[in-house]
C-alpha cells in the first residue's frame, strides 16, 4: 500500500497566505458590500513595465512562427538572460558572477524551498523568527524540522529571534550552540523590513565559512534599499565560499503574476570537494524545464536601459506608498518599523492586542487586510505587517481608516 510522507501530517494548519485568504473571502461572502484594501500578502498592483509588455508581445509573435518558435528551452536559463544578470545587476554592484553560475527559475519562492534537496536529509537549519514561513514549511517537509512544539517552534530548528531590542538583526549563535548547517537569511527582511548592513553581514559570512555552514542568502527586496547597504551577500567578502543568494522579478518587476527569479550558486561553494552549483544544476536540469520563454524575454527587457527607468519610476510608487503608512502609524504614536529600504511595514499592534485580535478587528471594522506578526513565527507575536504594494489610493485611505478606527 502506498505510504504518503508524514511530515506533510505535522504541518500545522495551512499556509499563512492561504489561511488569510480563506478568512478574507469568508468575510467578503458575509459582507458583500463592505469594501475592502488588502495590504496583506505582498502582491504587486501596478501593470508590468511598457518595455516588458513590449517584449512580451515580440516573445509571442515569435511562437507564432514557425522560424522562430521555440520549444523546451535550457533548463538553467536562456544566455541572454542569464548575461543581463550577470552584467546589469551584479555589474552595477561590482560583483563578478559568471552566467553558469546563475539558476534562472520562476521565483524565489520556488529556489528557497528546492534548495534543501541537495543537503543532507537530516542537515541542521536556523532562521529568523519572525520568518517567512517557506523556509521554515519547506523544512519540516523534508523531515529536517522535526516536530512542531505548542511554542509554535519546531525542535530541529535553531530559531534566531529578531526583537526590537536587537533591531530586528539576529545575534550570531554563542560558540556554545552547534553551528547550523544551514542558514536561511533575508534581507531587506521579509516580515520585518529590517536590513543588515555590510558589517554585520560579514559577521555571518565569517561565522558560516568558520563552521562549515552554507548561508542561504534571500535578496527578493533589494530593489527597496535606499541607504548604503549590501544589496548582495556577494558584496562581503568570503561570501563566494558560503552562500547561495536568491533573487526575484516579483518585487521589482511586478512579476508575481508572470513568475521569473534566479539563483546564483558560486563554483567555489564546495562541500567535501563537490561543487554546489554541479547539483543545483543536476537537481534543476532534472527536475525543472526552465522558465518560459516569454517570460526570460520579459526578464531582459527589465535590465535595458528604458526597462530600468520603468521599473525604478514603480519601486518609486511603492515606497511612496511605504512612507505614507510609515508616516501615518508613527503620527498615531505607534511603534513602526521597516518601510525605509524594504515595502514591507512591521508595526507593534496597538493596546496590546494580539496578532490575530488586531487582524479581526482591521478586518472587521475597517476593511483593511494586513498580516498577523504571530503567523511568521512565535517572536513575531504582538506585531503585524502592511505591504507597500497596494495602490496609492487603497494605502492611503487605509491608514485613514486606522486612523479612524484608534
Ligand atoms: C509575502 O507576502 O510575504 C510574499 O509576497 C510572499 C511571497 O513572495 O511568496
Not at 117 to 126: G, L, Q, Y
Not at 259 to 277: S, Y
Amino acid at each position: 500500500m502506498a505510504r504518503i510522507n508524514e511530515n506533510y501530517t505535522r504541518l500545522p494548519g495551512s499556509y499563512l497566505f492561504s489561511d488569510i485568504a480563506k478568512r478574507v473571502s469568508a468575510f467578503t461572502a458575509a459582507h458583500p458590500d463592505r469594501s475592502i484594501i488588502r495590504l496583506g500578502i505582498g502582491d504587486v498592483t501596478r501593470p508590468l513595465a511598457p518595455s516588458v509588455i513590449s517584449a512580451l508581445h515580440q516573445a509571442v509573435a515569435e511562437q507564432a512562427d514557425a522560424a522562430t518558435f521555440r520549444g523546451y528551452g535550457p533548463e538553467l536559463g536562456y544566455d541572454f538572460l542569464r548575461q543581463k544578470i550577470a552584467d546589469v545587476h551584479y555589474g552595477r554592484l561590482g560583483v563578478k558572477i559568471d552566467t553558469d553560475e546563475i539558476f534562472v527559475s520562476d521565483g524565489a519562492k520556488s529556489d528557497t524551498g528546492n534548495i534543501g534537496d541537495i543537503f543532507a536529509a537530516d542537515s541542521t537549519v536556523a532562521v529568523c523568527d519572525p520568518v517567512y514561513p517557506v523556509y521554515v514549511d519547506t523544512n519540516a517537509m523534508a523531515g529536517k524540522a522535526g516536530h512542531y512544539q505548542s511554542s509554535g517552534h519546531w525542535d530541529r530548528i535553531l530559531y534566531l529571534p529578531c526583537t526590537q531590542e536587537n533591531g530586528f538583526i539576529p545575534e550570531i549563535p554563542s560558540p556554545h550552540v552547534p553551528a547550523p548547517e544551514l542558514i536561511y537569511l533575508c534581507f531587506p527582511n521579509n516580515p520585518t523590513g529590517s536590513t543588515i548592513n555590510a558589517i554585520d553581514l560579514q559577521d555571518w559570512v565569517d561565522y558560516a565559512r568558520r563552521n562549515g555552514s552554507v548561508i542561504f542568502y534571500d535578496a527578493a527586496y533589494e530593489s527597496y534599499i535606499t541607504e548604503d547597504l549590501p544589496h548582495s551577500i556577494y558584496e562581503i567578502e568570503g561570501a563566494r565560499e558560503c552562500a547561495i543568494e536568491f533573487c526575484s522579478f516579483s518585487k521589482t518587476a511586478g512579476f508575481t503574476g508572470i513568475r521569473l527569479g534566479f539563483t546564483v550558486v558560486p563554483k567555489e561553494l564546495r562541500i567535501d570537494g563537490i561543487a554546489l552549483n554541479s547539483l543545483w544544476a543536476r537537481r534543476q536540469s532534472t527536475k525543472f524545464n526552465g522558465a518560459s520563454y516569454l517570460t526570460q524575454r520579459a526578464g531582459e527587457a527589465v535590465y535595458s536601459e528604458q526597462g530600468q527607468k520603468e521599473i525604478r519610476e514603480t519601486i518609486a510608487y511603492y515606497q511612496d506608498n511605504a512612507r505614507v503608512i510609515r508616516e501615518g502609524l508613527l503620527a498615531m504614536g505607534w511603534s513602526v518599523f521597516g518601510g525605509k529600504n524594504a515595502p514591507y511595514i512591521w508595526l507593534k499592534t496597538p493596546q496590546n492586542l494580539s496578532s490575530w485580535e488586531f487582524f479581526d478587528l482591521l478586518l472587521n471594522k475597517a476593511g483593511v487586510v494586513g498580516t498577523p506578526g504571530s503567523g511568521f513565527g512565535p517572536a513575531g507575536e504582538g506585531y503585524f505587517r502592511l505591504t507597500a504594494f497596494g495602490s496609492a489610493e487603497n494605502t492611503a485611505a487605509a491608514i485613514e481608516r486606522i486612523r479612524t478606527l484608534f
